[in-house]
């Protein structure tokens, strides 16, 4: 029998315990598939894929290299790099692949979309905001998409349009408590660039009521904006309550710092209510 067919036939028992979830006997034939024929570019992207799939992402990069190395050419291979960096959360590695395979014509809607958000999580704004509405446009039912538009906004500085696609994820989000989070978070944000501290201070009450959430974090923003807002005795309330955290469970000079300058406040404070007869 020949390799062609031999392989043919390898790939295709793959395929069938794949079906089957059997993802190690999958692998074994798509690797006898590999080895029977390395130069053959079905058996390196179908052994690369089940690679990323089993988290072999070392492994894959080197079956990814071994396509390009065949074909230079073959736009997937350097999409499916791309994907591996992105598994890995290793975004700055990630965007230039996926450039390279949009380059190179492969421009299908997941690319974008990854690419988009790999773009944002590296402060590429201005980029990302090119894909990041192409994607939202394409499908603006997607959660991911407006929640990814309206991130890319704030670190462009465009509030308006931050908090207009801000409202926009949370209508779609019921279920996807994380994203919820990120949402109020950059809502928050958005209003206290906006020197609109009140709605900063809702959007951490929104999070803390629905979510029934009391992160130090919030608590250290709340008592931030309290302040700012002149809302003295909460303010104190806040900081004392993460100043009494960090007496508690202060592990880095970062923590220290936030606690330092919590108890100076409390001092501050005090005395302004004292003289103020409060």
Known sequence: MSDSLNTFYYR?????YYKLKDGMHALLFYNKAYLTDSTNLENISSLAKIMIQASMYE?????CNRGIEVDSSNSEFYKLKADIKYAENH?????????????????????CQRFGKVLCETQDFENALI???????ADSSNHQNSFYLCKTYLGLKDFDNCLKYSEKTLKLLKFAKNYTFNICDIMAEAYAEQNNYSEAINMYNRKKEVFNTDHVT??????????????????????QKVADYYKKHSTNSNE?????????RITHILEELHFQGN
């Open 59 to 63: 492994d894959a990069e080197k079956i």
């Open 218 to 239: 919030d608590n250290y923003k709340l008592a931030l904006l309290y302040d700012k807002n002149r809302n003295l005795n909460n303010a104190l309330s806040y900081y």
């Open 91 to 111: 975004y700055y590695r990630a965007a230039p692949f996926y450039k390279k395979a949009i380059q190179m014509g492969d421009s299908s809607y997941i690319n």
């Open 12 to 16: 295709k028992i793959a395929y069938c």
């Open 256 to 264: 220290n710092n936030i606690l330092k300058y919590c108890e100076q």
């Open 131 to 137: 894909y990041n509405k192409a994607v939202y446009i």
